[in-house]
Nanobody, 124 residues
Framework: QVQLVESGGGLVQAGGSLRLSCAAS????????MGWFRQAPGKEREFVAGISRSSEYKHYGESLRGRLIISRDNTRKMVYLQMNRLEPEDAAVYYC?????????????????WGQGNQVSISS
């Protein structure tokens, strides 16, 4: 099993940047595909980004494409999400998730473990 804790959320001005972090505990972090999702009030949980075990593959959701960088550090058991040029529509709770399968999946139901979520708010 793996436990996930997100941090780095908060309030940022539109056009600004934010870096989310996800700390993992437990064994074999490097064997998990990691993903970021977000969920705004009244909306479904949305795929934001995913990264393969050794960082060779990175996939991004359409909403934030071109404004994101996902990365991971297997030695430190960390995964990061750098978000740039944030817009009011990006406000949501952002979740870190881990998947035991090999490929990067976009469906939230594919992921086995979840963090508690971290609020990102955007001021216009």
């Amino acid at each position: 099993q793996v436990q996930l804790v997100e941090s780095g959320g908060g309030l940022v001005q539109a056009g600004g940047s934010l870096r989310l972090s996800c700390a993992a505990s437990g064994r074999a972090f490097s064997t998990y595909v990691m993903g970021w999702f977000r969920q705004a009030p009244g909306k479904e949980r949305e795929f934001v980004a995913g990264i393969s075990r050794s960082s060779e593959y990175k996939h991004y959701g359409e909403s934030l494409r071109g404004r994101l960088i996902i990365s991971r550090d297997n030695t430190r058991k960390m995964v990061y999400l750098q978000m740039n040029r944030l817009e009011p529509e990006d406000a949501a709770v952002y979740y870190c998730a881990a998947d035991q399968r090999i490929g990067v999946q976009r469906g939230s139901s594919e992921y086995d473990y979840w963090g508690q979520g971290n609020q990102v708010s955007i001021s216009s």
